[in-house]
């Protein structure tokens, strides 16, 4: 599978030298991937947003329903 383009999402941004160079929730320190990892891990939106300072249901929400859009895959004309 090919790795989502992140630069399409506008919850997160990418800065040189700020958390080396990982994909973050905008105006934040927090690495998107870590919202995943937490996620799988069985911790609930609601439980990110109170953890990380900062943080948004917004965002975390905006994050997930760009990751789920680029994994739909698109109907094959015939």
Do not use: H, K
Request: contains cysteine.
């Amino acid at each position: 599978m090919a790795a989502l383009d992140w630069s399409q999402c506008s919850a997160v941004e990418r800065v040189p030298g700020r958390v080396g160079g990982a994909w973050v929730f905008r105006g934040t320190r927090m690495p998107v991937a870590a919202v995943f990892e937490n996620l799988e891990d069985g911790m609930s939106i609601d439980e990110l947003v109170q953890l990380y300072d900062g943080l948004t249901r917004e965002q975390v929400q905006s994050v997930l329903e760009f990751a789920a859009r680029s994994l739909e895959v698109p109907a094959l004309a015939g």
